[in-house]
């Protein structure tokens, strides 16, 4: 039974990662995607369920804080999910340096007050450098050694792409990245 689940476990990711290869060729070549129809809530969940062994090897707790009448979004949905997986694994590797114990992602969905969808990730690491937050989202620059400084040019192409924008700020207890999204207003059917 362990094995059949960890085979399934190995389709799922080379799915998972064939659509995100298809998913950038996309963008590099100005394609158009498919936007459809999707529930925050549905995508975070499967973000979360894809990033929770790298959750569990560096030992941070998730909190999630989803708003009861979120409305539904257009979108692409691997798009969105590679955006708030990208802020995920940056906010993990934020805390690289916390105390295991103070080590937190706390992740929020709600509508702004211009009926936008609005999704923060927020960390307690150490925070963005202030020469550093202007230029976050720029090509190629990168506040670590390894990076090669294109995810958060990408997280923002995307968020751009979907109608929406993206920003960073510090919080004084760490570092928040929010993006919006245009949100799709139900039709009430009278009755």
């Known amino acids: 039974m362990e094995l059949r689940e960890i085979l399934d476990d190995?389709?799922?990711?080379?799915?998972?990662a064939s659509e995100v290869i298809r998913c950038l060729r996309r963008m590099l070549h100005h394609e158009p995607t498919a936007h459809r129809?999707?529930?925050?809530?549905?995508?975070?969940?499967e973000v979360l369920a894809i990033a929770a062994a790298e959750l569990a090897t560096h030992a941070v707790r998730v909190e999630v804080e989803l708003a009861q009448d979120?409305?539904?979004?257009?979108?692409?949905?691997?798009?969105i999910q590679q955006v708030i997986m990208n802020l995920l694994v940056n906010a993990v590797q934020a805390l690289a340096q916390s105390p295991v114990e103070q080590r937190t992602v706390h992740i929020q969905?709600?509508?702004?007050?211009?009926?936008?969808?609005?999704i923060s990730i927020e960390d307690n690491g150490p925070g963005?450098?202030?020469?550093a937050l202007a230029r976050l989202f720029e090509p190629f620059f990168t506040t670590r050694t390894e990076g090669l400084g294109m995810g958060l040019a990408i997280c923002r192409r995307l968020v751009e792409d979907h109608g929406g924008r993206i920003w960073a700020e510090n919080t004084g207890d760490g570092a928040r990245f929010s993006f919006t999204l245009p949100c799709v207003h139900e039709e009430s059917h009278g009755g």
């Open 37 to 45: 129809r999707c529930d925050i809530r549905d995508i975070i969940q």
């Open 109 to 118: 969905a709600q509508c702004n007050h211009e009926g936008q969808l609005l």
């Open 70 to 79: 979120l409305p539904r979004v257009t979108v692409e949905r691997v798009e």
């Open 10 to 16: 190995i389709v799922r990711d080379d799915k998972r």
């Open 128 to 131: 963005i450098p202030g020469e």
